[in-house]
Each structure stands twice: as structure tokens, then as C-alpha cells.
């Protein structure tokens, strides 16, 4: 297993970084206790949940994932030490968190504190803000005029943001958590915060976790550069598109128990024509190279300049293992050469 700094957290993480987001929903607490054994023993120190989790969100699995950690780590309090563990605060948007409301400095600590009762710990090691209070270009908001920056308060928003760091100040003045991080964020997102925390001797940004695979790339180069001289960890989340580029979704198939199969709060915008003929033609290129769809995703995910740890799910054992496999495949320039003819061919298949 490769390590990378986290920022400029003085923290080292492992270059794969274990994703939970499905324990509680499609994953019981033997499952995840398993999956969370298994990254440990190999290395992995690195593990993202987040308060919403399990998905897809709704009432009843809000805070499930957080429990399920907590659960594992009440057996197991010697290794708590042994790993980095990332959680999150929902935005605004959901009535049954926060009745809905944005993030706030006081809504910060609340959350802090009900984190850390269902993760059975004293403290988290990175926080993050799940997406803004603004609406950002996340989640097939990216192409042009499909929201409008214009119409965005930046001063109104700035001043939240800096009431957002007081409140993450205060978390870690009290030792509850260690860093924060920012998720479906933008570069002006990072550099505001940036700008604050050092103005206002404030908390500064650790890390940024954002969608990013071969389908989904839009992040490279501008915001990954900014992430690069700014010393902000880039961390993708969704590396196989949501598990499309598997392969297993192709001619609108559904297996059962797969992510696709349950209703999606977002609807399941990743499901093109395009999507289907660029995910067929990277099946191409990874049986040409023996290796499976998914190594291969993750393979070329985990070479991009830039990116610091890439954030992976399963749903399985038997998954977990393919995948951490893939960290440890080297692409060839031909194969890179192959991968990129696909990638021009569809840069932006959804």
C-alpha cells in the first residue's frame, strides 16, 4: 500500500481510502465488519462515512453507516488509532436533517456531537461539509447555465462560511475533531475558505472529496490544480461512476440488489446512451489488458496527477479484494494511450 499527505494535516493516508456509504442498507454490521478488517489488514488507514450515509438517504437509514462504524469500534477501541476516519455534515436540503436548514457554525458542533456518539469515538480525524449551503455543480449540474453563479449572494455566502470555520474551530479547540474538509465543492469554494481561515487565524481546508472518474472528469485540470499548489488533498469519491463502469449496468440492466435498483434521491443520471457505449468500449481496453472494468477505473483514477486517495465502496468481500487489487496494477503508456482514445471519444458521456 502507497501513502499520501493529507494536505498539510501532517497526516499520512493510504492511497485507497474505504467508502461505507452502503453498510447499513445494502450491508449489514457482519459485512461491514468484515470489509473493515480486511482494508486494516492491508494496509488501509483511511475511512469515509458521513452522517447521511446509509444510502439512498431518507429517514429511516439517516445516521445507520455512523452506528455501524460506532458498533465495530466499541469491539475494537485499540485500533481506533490505527486509522484516519472521515465523516460528514448533510447541506440543506433534507427535511428530516435539521429541518432541512443550511450549515451553520452552531449546527456544526450539534453535529459533531451526534457523530461522535453513534461512532463510539472522542474524536474525528477529518470533518467535512457534505456539499454547500450554495447549489454547486455537482450531480448533472455541470453544464453550462444549468445553475446560475449570478444569481449566487458571494458576499452572503462568505459571510456563512466564515460562521461555518468558527464553528469547526470551536470543534477542534475542544478536541472533537482534528481537520475539515470540504465535499461537492468548487474552486472558489476552497479558495474562499482559504482566504477566511487565514484572515480570521481560522481552521484551514484539508481536503476536497469530489466525483471523479473516466466518466466524470470535469475536475481536471482546473480544480485539481488549484488542489496541487494549495496543498488541499483531492480526493475522489465514485471512481466507478456509480458502479457503471463495471460494466454491469450496460443495456439497462439491473441485478438484483445492485445500487441501481434502489430508488436514487437524484434519479440515475449516469444512465446514458453515451455512458453505455464508453463504458462498453473501456471493457475493450481492460479485457485487452487483463485486468477487470473496474481495475481498470481504478487503476487510471489512482494515477492521475493530483490525486491524493481515491475512495472506493463494495458491496461484497469478494469486491473489496478486485478493487484494493487494482492499487497495486501499473497501466502501461499503451494502455494509458488506449484508455485516453475512449476518454476523447466520450469526455462527457452524462
Not at 456563512?160 to 470555520?165: A, E, S
Not at 488542489?227 to 441485478?255: F, I
Not at 478486485?322 to 488506449?338: G, I, N, V, W, Y
Request: proline content about 5%.
Amino acid at each position: 500500500m502507497k501513502y499520501m499527505s493529507l494536505g498539510r494535516t501532517g497526516l499520512e493516508v493510504s492511497r485507497v481510502c474505504l467508502g461505507t456509504m452502503t453498510w447499513g442498507t445494502q450491508n449489514t454490521q457482519a459485512d461491514a465488519d468484515e470489509q473493515i478488517e480486511y482494508a486494516l489488514d492491508n494496509g488501509v488507514n483511511f475511512m469515509d462515512t458521513a452522517e447521511m450515509y446509509s444510502v439512498p438517504p431518507s429517514p429511516q437509514t439517516y445516521g445507520k453507516t455512523e452506528t455501524i462504524i460506532g458498533d465495530w469500534l466499541s469491539r475494537h477501541p485499540s485500533k481506533r488509532d490505527d486509522f484516519v476516519l472521515a465523516t460528514k455534515i448533510a447541506g440543506p436540503g433534507l427535511s428530516y436533517v435539521r429541518d432541512g436548514g443550511p450549515i451553520t457554525g452552531q449546527a456544526v458542533i450539534d453535529a459533531v456531537d451526534a457523530s461522535l456518539k453513534r461512532l463510539q469515538t472522542d474524536y474525528i480525524d477529518l470533518y467535512q461539509l457534505h456539499w454547500p449551503n450554495r447549489v454547486s455543480p455537482h450531480f448533472a449540474k455541470h453544464f453550462p447555465n444549468r445553475i446560475r453563479f449570478t444569481n449566487v449572494d458571494g458576499a452572503e455566502h462568505s459571510n456563512q462560511m466564515l460562521d461555518i470555520l468558527q464553528g469547526i474551530d470551536a470543534c477542534v479547540k475542544a478536541g472533537k475533531i482534528r481537520h475539515f474538509g470540504l465535499s461537492d465543492d468548487t474552486t472558489w469554494g476552497i479558495n474562499e475558505y482559504i482566504r477566511l481561515s487565514e484572515q480570521h487565524n481560522l481552521p484551514r481546508v484539508a481536503s476536497i472529496q469530489n466525483e471523479f472518474s473516466l466518466l466524470h472528469a470535469k475536475d481536471w485540470p482546473y480544480l485539481v490544480e488549484n488542489c496541487v499548489h494549495e496543498d488541499v488533498a483531492y480526493l475522489p469519491w465514485s471512481p466507478l461512476a456509480a458502479g457503471a463502469l463495471t460494466g454491469k449496468y450496460l443495456g439497462g440492466a439491473r441485478p438484483a440488489g445492485s445500487r441501481w435498483s434502489y430508488e436514487q434521491r437524484n434519479g440515475t443520471f449516469r444512465d446514458t446512451p453515451l455512458v453505455d457505449k464508453a463504458v462498453s468500449a473501456y471493457l475493450d481496453v481492460a479485457k485487452a489488458y487483463n485486468m477487470t472494468p473496474a481495475q481498470l477505473a481504478l487503476a487510471w483514477c489512482d494515477q492521475v496527477d493530483g490525486v491524493t486517495s481515491t475512495i472506493i465502496g463494495a458491496t461484497s468481500l469478494d469486491q473489496l479484494k478486485e478493487d484494493m487489487a487494482a492499487f497495486d496494477m501499473a497501466l502501461s503508456e499503451q494502455a494509458l494511450k488506449d484508455i485516453m482514445t475512449v476518454f476523447k471519444e466520450y469526455p462527457v458521456p452524462f
